[in-house]
């Protein structure tokens, strides 16, 4: 059984087609990243998925369900981090976590739920207003796991954390998995989801324009590499033998330097080894792999270059012009 399953999901205001045509299915037991610049629809759908939205057309299974028919049978057995979680800043970490038990009618020890999201009996007694934006994100991944769900929707889980935060919260999100809980885990930044998901899909404008993992959707944009080697002699002599390799697709020479183009990962390797058969000296290889960055501006035709991107944190891709919020 699917965790998730979309046929046709459509969400119409007005004139604008948030979420369009939507066929998405997230298997049991894996991390499925959503990704997509804001604004893509990713809230929509899940907002559709818990029926706080109807759809316009289409339908949708969670845990299978009915999302519309069967919303009561689905809600106990879902945990949502939503986005821009609140918290109650006199209430102490350990109270959010018994009130949310209560809410639930669930029967969990706080104790294990708290250190399963990694925060001490001491942590817990303190007010939550004092809480880091980290600790703050674990309290709600614990509230969230109170009834031991089998699906767990993240909404931008790592928005605002510092890069030990988002460590956190990958490791967390590692652990959930390990237990065997599906996740769906929704985010703008493309490394946040490529650090803990099993496949992603990625959603530009209401629509799904890929399903894969990342590896996959590297080779369906005709991705690969490309390998400069440095040698000691000179590079035009050994243009042929670098062309003649399977998976080489394009090759340079300047003066000592052969840059060629990578299709086949398998290349690489046969590449050195053709160039060492032919009497060559490899005096340094330096190899660039196809850019994620390049990817998600190609799938989400994303103009961040000329509109100024943002990024949670450095290094860090955000698919979207507006960046962090
Ligand atoms: N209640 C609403 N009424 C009108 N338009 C809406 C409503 N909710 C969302 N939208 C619009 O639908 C589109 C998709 O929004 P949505 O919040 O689902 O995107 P998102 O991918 O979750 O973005 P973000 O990362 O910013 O949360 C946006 O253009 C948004 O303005």
């Not at 708290?114 to 991944?141: C, H, I």
């Given at each position: 059984m699917a965790a998730i399953e979309t046929h046709g999901l459509t969400k119409a205001y007005g004139e604008l087609t948030a979420v369009d045509d939507l066929d998405l299915t997230v298997d049991d037991g894996e991390v499925f990243g959503f990704l997509g610049p804001n604004g893509a629809g990713k809230s929509t759908t899940i907002n559709m998925l818990l029926d706080f939205t109807r759809p316009t057309a289409g339908s949708a299974t969670v845990l299978g369900y009915d999302a519309q028919e069967e919303a009561d049978a689905i809600s106990p057995r879902v945990g949502v981090l939503p986005e821009g979680f609140d918290i109650?800043?006199?209430?102490?970490g350990r109270r959010h976590l018994e009130f949310a038990i209560e809410t639930k009618a669930a029967t969990d020890d706080p104790d294990a739920l708290l250190e399963r999201v990694g925060l001490s009996a001491a942590d817990a007694a303190r007010p939550a207003g004092d809480y880091s934006k980290g600790m703050r994100q674990r309290l709600a991944t614990g509230m969230a796991l109170v009834g031991d769900p089998d699906l767990l929707i993240m909404d931008e889980p790592s928005s605002g954390l510092d890069p030990h935060g988002i460590r956190e919260m990958q490791d967390l999100v590692h652990r959930e998995a390990k237990r065997g809980t599906t996740v769906f885990f929704s985010s703008h930044i493309l490394e946040h989801v490529e650090a803990v998901c099993d496949r992603i899909g990625v959603l530009n404008e209401g629509s799904l324009v890929a399903v894969d993992t990342i590896e996959g959707l590297r080779e369906s944009i005709g991705g690969g590499a490309t390998m400069e080697l440095t040698l000691d002699a000179t590079a035009d002599d050994l243009l042929e033998t670098a062309r003649d390799v399977v998976g080489v697709t394009d090759v340079v020479a300047s003066g000592h330097t052969l840059e060629c183009s990578i299709t086949d990962p398998a290349a690489k390797a046969s590449l050195v080894v053709a160039l060492d058969g032919a009497g060559a000296t490899i005096r340094d290889v330096r190899i660039d792999d196809v850019s994620l960055e390049s990817l998600f501006t190609t799938l989400t035709n994303d103009d961040s270059e000329s509109g100024g991107q943002a990024t949670t944190d450095p290094g860090a891709t955000a698919v979207t012009p507006e960046g962090n919020r």
């Amino acid at each position: 059984m699917a965790a998730i399953e979309t046929h046709g999901l459509t969400k119409a205001y007005g004139e604008l087609t948030a979420v369009d045509d939507l066929d998405l299915t997230v298997d049991d037991g894996e991390v499925f990243g959503f990704l997509g610049p804001n604004g893509a629809g990713k809230s929509t759908t899940i907002n559709m998925l818990l029926d706080f939205t109807r759809p316009t057309a289409g339908s949708a299974t969670v845990l299978g369900y009915d999302a519309q028919e069967e919303a009561d049978a689905i809600s106990p057995r879902v945990g949502v981090l939503p986005e821009g979680f609140d918290i109650y800043p006199r209430l102490s970490g350990r109270r959010h976590l018994e009130f949310a038990i209560e809410t639930k009618a669930a029967t969990d020890d706080p104790d294990a739920l708290l250190e399963r999201v990694g925060l001490s009996a001491a942590d817990a007694a303190r007010p939550a207003g004092d809480y880091s934006k980290g600790m703050r994100q674990r309290l709600a991944t614990g509230m969230a796991l109170v009834g031991d769900p089998d699906l767990l929707i993240m909404d931008e889980p790592s928005s605002g954390l510092d890069p030990h935060g988002i460590r956190e919260m990958q490791d967390l999100v590692h652990r959930e998995a390990k237990r065997g809980t599906t996740v769906f885990f929704s985010s703008h930044i493309l490394e946040h989801v490529e650090a803990v998901c099993d496949r992603i899909g990625v959603l530009n404008e209401g629509s799904l324009v890929a399903v894969d993992t990342i590896e996959g959707l590297r080779e369906s944009i005709g991705g690969g590499a490309t390998m400069e080697l440095t040698l000691d002699a000179t590079a035009d002599d050994l243009l042929e033998t670098a062309r003649d390799v399977v998976g080489v697709t394009d090759v340079v020479a300047s003066g000592h330097t052969l840059e060629c183009s990578i299709t086949d990962p398998a290349a690489k390797a046969s590449l050195v080894v053709a160039l060492d058969g032919a009497g060559a000296t490899i005096r340094d290889v330096r190899i660039d792999d196809v850019s994620l960055e390049s990817l998600f501006t190609t799938l989400t035709n994303d103009d961040s270059e000329s509109g100024g991107q943002a990024t949670t944190d450095p290094g860090a891709t955000a698919v979207t012009p507006e960046g962090n919020r």
